[in-house]
């Protein structure tokens, strides 16, 4: 049983780095077709299938599924999971409001999502040192997503996106003047939100690292995310990011460094037109709605004094607006809440309301109900109080410990303000690595789950 375990320690360590790589890097091309839906079976999900294989053979192997079954946290995961499954069956047999294949896929799609964070939380348990290998890999893939985003802005590389059907089946395009850049992602979004989850612990490393030769590293990776960042021109992800980075640097008690990190960031929106051109048309429909309702409130103190007449009708005139933005709240955000209205214990299940809500907690409400959502909650609330019992981070641990711990915990709340406008936890290349990094850095609390 010993050899067992050794082996299967170390297959899973591989494909741990297989899935940090794989993941984020390779383009999601189709590999079995859903009927019915957009989403298909891919590569990455035959990675993911392999690693729980070996990790439950890891854990039997180990004695370590005996704590699995004892500790809160996997309860917590288990209990997000039943409810998960009764939102299901509930769709399917009492609102009708999916079809059963594509509701059980997407439910699937959750216990895939959660496996790398067991798989990496066990494995930097039994070796902390682990950590280090993990994070070069990381800087790695920062570099070459960047290498990768510039050949598709000035050497026309292949784009493949999810964003709709046609787009979904692989189709390779090119880029515009003026559009996103996705690099090896399948959407902008899904890009900057992963560059919101590593970029903070990048940033923080620099500061603690005392080696020139890494230092540079950790320059290229920094300023090669940050070109990502700001030509993804997501308006939301930057400030989440400044957020984040923030929060990394006061809990690795970095201060002095955050108004020069803040003005860095700031100064590479300066690389993206389209960024400084969205930030523009969101400050000049903000002003725009204010300038009419000053005039609506002046007209209508003055109403009184007036004598009605009727005048023409003027001419036609062009109306500021912002496209995302009144989408999400005209159509997206109303149809998750509709959704939640009609069954508010269990919600509509997973697919039920299209592939975009735009807002992940909306979108848990329209398809989970209460019950999937507080489940939810209570997941990342046991999370909160083992990264709460770490502070002060210098108190427990040192060094690259200390630069990812408070990275992953800045980026947790940088990602819970993107997910107020962008489905973050359903992107498969984002959540896979987000729950990855979230059990690499719980694997280093000393404090074992209760």
Known sequence: MQKVSKLSEQILKYLVAAILIAVPLYPKFPFIRIPGTFVSIRLEDTLLLVGLLVFLIFIYSTGDYKEILKNRLSKAFALYLIAGLISTLASIYITHTTESHIVFLHWIRRIEYFTPFFMGYYLVKKDRSILNYYFKLVLLVIVVAFIYGLGQRYLSWPIIITQNEEYSKGVALRWLSGSHINSTFAGHYDLASYLILVLPA??????????????????????????????????????????????????????????????????????????????????????????????????????????????????????????????????????????????????????????????????????????????????????????????????????????????????????????????????????????????????LIIKKYE
């Open 202 to 443: 990048v940033v923080v490393y620099f500061f603690y690292e005392k080696s020139v030769k890494t230092k540079a590293v950790l320059l290229l990776s920094y300023f090669g995310g940050m070109w990502l960042m700001v030509n993804s021109a997501s308006r939301i992800s930057l400030v989440s990011y400044l957020v984040a980075v923030t929060l990394a640097l006061v809990l690795a008690k970095k201060i002095k460094q955050i108004p020069l990190v803040i003005i860095i960031s700031i100064a590479f929106v300066g690389f993206s037109s389209n960024l400084l051109a969205r930030y523009t048309r969101i400050i000049d429909v903000t002003l725009d709605k204010i300038s009419q309702t000053a005039v609506t409130t002046v007209n209508a103190q003055e109403l009184p004094n007036k004598r009605i007449t009727i005048t023409p009708t003027p001419a036609t005139t062009m109306v500021l607006e912002d496209r995302s933005t009144n989408i999400r709240i005209n159509v997206e955000w109303p149809r998750a809440i509709r959704a939640f209205l009609k069954n508010p214990l269990l919600g509509t299940g997973y697919s039920s309301i299209t592939l975009a809500t735009d807002n992940d907690y909306l979108r848990a409400l329209g398809e989970t109900g209460l019950l999937g959502f507080i489940t939810m909650a209570y997941i990342f609330l046991l999370l909160a109080l083992n990264y709460i019992s770490m502070i002060p981070l210098q108190r427990n641990i040192s060094g690259l410990e200390i630069a990812f711990t408070a990275g992953i915990i800045g980026s947790v709340v940088g990602i819970f303000i993107n997910a107020v406008f962008i489905d973050v936890f359903e992107a498969s290349k984002f959540a896979i690595n987000y729950w990855a990094m979230l059990g690499l850095s719980q694997g």
